[in-house]
DNA sequence: CGCCATCCATTGAAATTCTCAATGGATGGC
DNA sequence: GCCATCCATTGAGAATTTCAATGGATGGCG
């Protein structure tokens, strides 16, 4: 961050202003401006530029090639500035927001911007449910939920948004002596679990012997048996940490496809408070990844 | 546009430091400014929304749910900032981009948004090649384009990005005398048109006889055949005008589905010319739509 | 061909805004 | 109870921004 963007949200609302009205003088009777004002708006917004915005030709003028970039941002931020001022003009949403997820990227991803939202929106009472994504679909489905996380195939499709996406691993204590001959120990989540299916298919499918040493529905209590050495389990890349650390084919481990979590919205107009939770739990995690990626 | 959002970058930037930095001292640090500006920049900030930003809690502050929002959007347009100045200091992109699309929808909402496209990248040599969507696809399929808009069928899905949909209906010359009992006169393109079985497949749906009395691969030509009266013809809704009018159900003809136009890129990495390309079409379509409606 | 209307650029002064340094009030740790 | 830390306030000075007036250039029109 050598030059930070010397933007003026003014200089650029009158070079937007002055391309819809086609001129300087026209611009600055809309804006309640001079016209001096107008050319010395633009010039400013050159010199810091460092760069012509028009391409002057006589008595008219045209946009240069980064006029025309910086038109295009410029609208966008004015749009986004205007819809900040709504925003913040309109009353509080209130109403209640039931959202289901699963418990693990819930306790690691969640709680900041679950706390977020609620200190934007103070007189929205969330409920939020973890549990298996097969429960969380029947749930949906008989429309206890107004949204879903849910863990899905990566190859993604349909109706649901992606918002988290990283790959899956398998995790164990260093205390833990893996010996790639014998069957492997597994802590797992009980049955419905979709991480259980995959490990389980994942060893099946390269003939790899195994035996379920601990099983516990939450996260905890298998980072807990993990950490005590019983055995290995398989774990979303970030959530390893504390005294883990990642195997794989050394120890005759197969490689696991990506983990993707996508949220479901329920079918119809949804109220404005989830509407709004929707909007930013997937802006959320969308910079939340691009900050830490 | 009774209050235009009064926001200044330079304040939204040291509000968003602050919350990074977590306290008003050493966000004035990192942005070089003393303690004071900074207490100052957010009293003005918080003078022009009209409501505190934060919450002062002695030595401490959070901030209010006004200011969570004002924090989410001020990340935000800060970012398209920094994208913005990054757009603008990097060099002209140059290359070629291959685009095949309807003629249709190319003679009517392309133009201007490919003429600025190229004003944004002089460089850029823009190859577009109208035709009809199952020669597209075929072209496209054969590596012949890097992206392809498409009509296809309303309800989405697949790799493509919507980028434009609206309704379909039927159009005809005022001059036109049309008979519900009579077998309709249809102006449409030739055979691998998607209009043209649409509309066949909608008649023969609802048993209404018709008849081919006119045929053109081209916009004008359907349109000089229909202003002609010489028949009936097919349109996305937003195509009709000079001199035409909309017909429906009072002359026996079924409705339509939507029509929708979907953005496709070629697989694999595509240039960064028609990565811009790609972006500028969704962009200024989204936003033509929304200023349109 | 020349006059006029229109449009953008420039100049210098006035007003507003912004920053700074110093000081004050409040809080929590030791 | 003292000290360190943190944010708020004040008044002066500096920088920026606006305005009114003027200048230069272009294109339309008779």
């Known amino acids: 961050m050598p030059t930070p963007p010397p933007f003026d949200l003014d200089l650029l609302r009158t070079l937007v202003t002055i391309v819809d009205c086609g001129g300087f003088t026209r611009a600055a009777e809309r804006l309640g401006r001079t016209q001096s004002t107008i050319s010395l708006q633009i010039k400013r917004l050159e010199d810091g530029l460092g760069n012509r915005v028009f391409e002057r030709e006589g008595r008219g003028f045209a946009l240069t090639p980064h006029g025309e970039i910086l038109l295009a941002y410029s609208r966008r931020m004015l749009l986004m500035a205007d819809e900040a001022c709504a925003r913040l003009m309109e009353p509080d949403v209130d109403g209640r927001v039931r959202l289901g997820t699963p418990e693990d990227f819930a306790s690691v991803h969640l709680p900041d911007v679950l706390w977020r939202f609620s200190r934007a929106h ?106 005590a050495g019983l055995g290995t389990t398989i774990l979303p890349k970030e959530m390893v940490g504390g005294g883990f650390h990642i195997v794989g084919a050394e120890f005759g481990l197969p490689d696991l496809a990506d983990t993707e979590i996508a949220l479901y919205r329920a079918p119809g107009p949804l109220p404005k408070a989830a509407e709004r939770l929707a909007e930013h739990i997937v802006r959320s995690l969308e910079s939340e990844r691009a900050g830490g990626g």
């Open 122 to 227: 103070p007189r929205v009472a969330l409920e939020v449910n973890c549990d298996f994504t097969v429960n969380l679909l029947d749930g949906f489905s008989k429309g206890e939920y107004d949204l879903v996380l849910c863990k899905r195939e990566p190859q993604g499709g349909g109706s649901g948004i992606k918002v988290w996406r990283e790959p899956l691993v398998w995790a164990a204590s260093e205390r833990l002596v893996l010996d790639p001959l014998e069957p492997i120990s597994l802590v797992l989540a009980p049955y419905p679990d979709i991480y259980r299916k995959r490990a389980i298919d994942a060893l099946d499918g390269c003939g790899r012997p195994w035996r379920i040493a601990y099983t516990s529905p939450s996260v905890a209590g298998i980072q807990a048996a993990v950490r």
